[in-house]
């Protein structure tokens, strides 16, 4: 997909400034009302449509991509395709998206919404192996809102449903462009700014000022009488750059959606629930206890070391990383935690640390790890208070033998291995789903991190992994080294 970002920049600060110029007009009365005739005579073909089928691509160039990446300095992007089908009427959706990622990740899931569920699964075995996940039916909307946005005569929509256009509606016109401008308030106080451009009516931009989201749309193209506009380029939160950039490959008018898609396909199952964030600790090996909930979705250690206590892993969210800390000191009460260990610096492995740093625990992750923290946006009013302790690749400490290892994933990532019970702690080094599905495709770094612990001739018992299973076999990880090759 190719993409001329500065282009798109220039348009950015273009649409930004326009209603500063000089060149527009006042509106005489009742032309916002004439205007938006023109607009539900130029759409009333797809009026009708309720239901439609949509192939897409995604360009991801978010900001927070720098934190998901293999070098933090030089962000790399991710891709993805996605296959789309929308019921307004019914509220059902159905959604078949591959994400493609650095070093080979690849997720292939399908999400689905029917009259009473809503579901999603991996097609190839990542992350959820054939357990089912269990969504929140109100998921929906949210669902509806990103999906819609992208299909200009969709993001119309409340331009031509308005009924009170006199007192909810502003035109403004650029004598120079040809450019008509529609500022909506809506009943709930929400404000988008639609540019349309010339002859055929076409909408070029939609500036959603609530949300802080803008799209711009281009590339018509008309297919069965109906005109939809090929690329969408989206900016968040003001940034000056794309978040995303979306190219419609077809888009097609549909009755509804097969019921078979609706459905969980044979073989899949149980059902697990996502919400589930009550944890338990287990000893798994003499002080050695592991921190999870019921579907192992992220999953922690801790090690006590007489009146000492060292963590392994911090939570995706500080709310996470406090009920951590909360059910350790409730087994523990006498005992201090003294460290929390980082595996490498993606934003899901690291936005827990706060709950520790303001406690004065220190943080231990390699070099590159912690100048990464020190870098991440969200630390930079508390990052003074952080603790930091390096580790060196082969450290041996407290027990732990740590490992920093070059690989396609993180630029740097370290694991930890407890030599006296035989357990390795790693995160994203392995995915092996809750049930031991072996995936389909799995990315280069793996094989890194198994030829690694084999040249290494660590004895093993148990692999726990920070993602969905925290009991991986000697026996599962030579599955998945076969499955490599």
């Not at 299909?151 to 007192?167: G, H, Q």
């Not at 008309?222 to 794309?242: E, H, K, L």
């Not at 625990?361 to 952080?386: G, L």
Request: proline content about 3%.
């Amino acid at each position: 997909m190719k993409v001329n970002l500065t282009r798109y920049v220039l348009i950015f600060a273009f649409a930004s400034m326009t209603l500063c110029t000089s060149t527009i007009s006042a509106a005489w009365a009742g032309e916002a009302e004439e205007f938006v005739a023109k607009l539900k005579n130029h759409y009333q073909k797809t009026q009708p449509i309720t239901a439609f089928s949509m192939t897409h691509n995604y360009l991801y160039l978010g900001h927070n991509a720098a934190f998901s990446s293999w070098d933090y300095q030089a962000p790399n992007r991710y891709t993805a395709f996605k296959v789309t089908e929308f019921d307004i009427e019914q509220e059902h959706y159905f959604e078949n998206v591959i994400h493609n990622y650095s070093g080979g990740r690849k997720l292939d899931e399908v999400h689905f919404q029917n009259d009473t569920d809503s579901f999603r699964y991996a097609k190839n075995g990542v992350p959820y192996g054939k357990r089912v996940v269990r969504q929140n039916m109100d998921d929906y909307k949210g669902f509806k809102d990103l999906i819609v946005i992208n299909v200009d005569f969709f993001a119309v929509r409340p331009l031509l449903e308005e009924t009170n256009t006199k007192e909810t509606i502003k035109l403004h016109q650029d004598k120079i462009s040809g450019k008509t401008t529609l500022i909506h308030k809506s009943a709930d106080d929400n404000v988008v700014e639609y540019v349309f451009g010339g002859s055929p009516i076409r909408l070029l931009s939609l500036n959603n000022k609530s949300m802080r989201r803008i799209y711009f749309y281009d590339d018509y193209k008309t297919t069965n009488g109906i005109s939809f506009a090929r690329s969408i380029v989206q900016y968040t939160n003001g940034d000056m750059t794309p978040t995303f950039i979306k190219r419609i490959a077809s888009l097609d008018v549909i009755e509804k959606i097969d019921p078979a898609k609706l459905a969980i396909p044979q073989g899949y199952g149980p059902i697990i629930s996502k919400r589930d964030r009550t944890l338990v600790s287990s000893e798994i090996a003499k002080n050695l206890y592991l921190v999870t909930d019921s579907s192992a979705w992220r999953n922690s250690l801790f090690k006590v070391n007489g009146d000492e206590i060292m963590v392994f892993g911090a939570p995706i969210s500080a709310e996470l990383a406090e009920q951590t800390i909360e059910l350790i000191y409730d087994q523990f009460p006498s005992k201090k935690i003294t460290s929390v260990y980082v595996t490498h610096p993606h934003s899901d492995h690291i936005a827990g640390l706060p709950a520790y740093a303001k406690r004065g625990i220190v943080i231990r992750a390699d070099a590159y790890s912690i100048d990464a923290i020190n870098a991440y946006p969200p630390f930079a009013n508390d990052i003074a208070t952080f603790k930091f302790q390096t580790i060196e690749h082969d450290q041996l400490m407290d027990g732990v033998r740590f490992y920093v290892l070059d690989n396609a994933h993180s630029k740097r990532q370290s694991f930890a291995y407890f030599k006296e019970s035989w357990i390795i702690y790693q995160a994203d080094f392995l995915d092996v789903a809750f049930d031991n599905t072996i995936a389909k495709e799995l990315p280069s770094y793996t094989k890194t991190f198994i030829d690694f612990v084999r040249s290494k001739q660590l004895k093993l018992r148990r692999i726990v992994g920070h993602h969905s299973n925290n009991n991986i076999s000697i026996e599962v990880m030579n599955k998945t080294y076969d499955a490599l090759m």
